[in-house]
């Protein structure tokens, strides 16, 4: 989320007073902070730069994801925030594809579907 953000290591530590070589050790895994660290982060991000699910795919297509629960029902913003953490960290296994939706399970056994859609 901090690339999404268009932030470096050292801005994102002085914006939040997280010191920098904690910040490095996080992101190589070198350490890993409380669940409820990584939550505020990614939601302080999301908050103080505008940074949202859309992302640029390798040729240039807008994509915006549509994350849901199994049922079909919208995560809610903490499972939201858990599953871009996961994602950052490479975590997520994809189980299923089929018509455009994505089943993924996350490290700790969570199952949601994405649904991909092209903006226009």
């Keep these: 989320m901090r690339r999404q953000a268009k932030l470096t290591q050292k801005q994102l530590a002085e914006h939040y007073d997280i010191p920098l070589r904690t910040l490095q050790d996080w992101e190589t895994g070198k350490r890993k902070p409380p669940e409820y660290i990584i939550n505020l982060l ?3 991000i999301a908050a103080d ?3 949202t699910l859309e992302e640029k795919t390798q040729s240039n297509t ?3 994801f549509s ?4 049922d079909g029902t919208p995560l809610n913003t903490e499972d939201e925030m858990y599953v871009m953490a996961e994602r950052e960290a490479k975590k997520l296994v ?3 594809k089929d018509n455009g939706v994505e089943t993924y399970r996350c490290s700790n056994g969570f199952t949601f579907k994405v649904k991909v859609m092209k903006r226009k």
Excluded: E, H
């Excluded at 994350?67 to 199994?70: A, C, N, P, Q």
């Design 42 to 44: 990614l939601r302080c």
């Design 49 to 51: 730069f505008s940074v």
């Design 62 to 64: 807008d994509k915006k």
């Design 67 to 70: 994350l849901t629960y199994i």
């Design 94 to 96: 994809l189980v299923n």
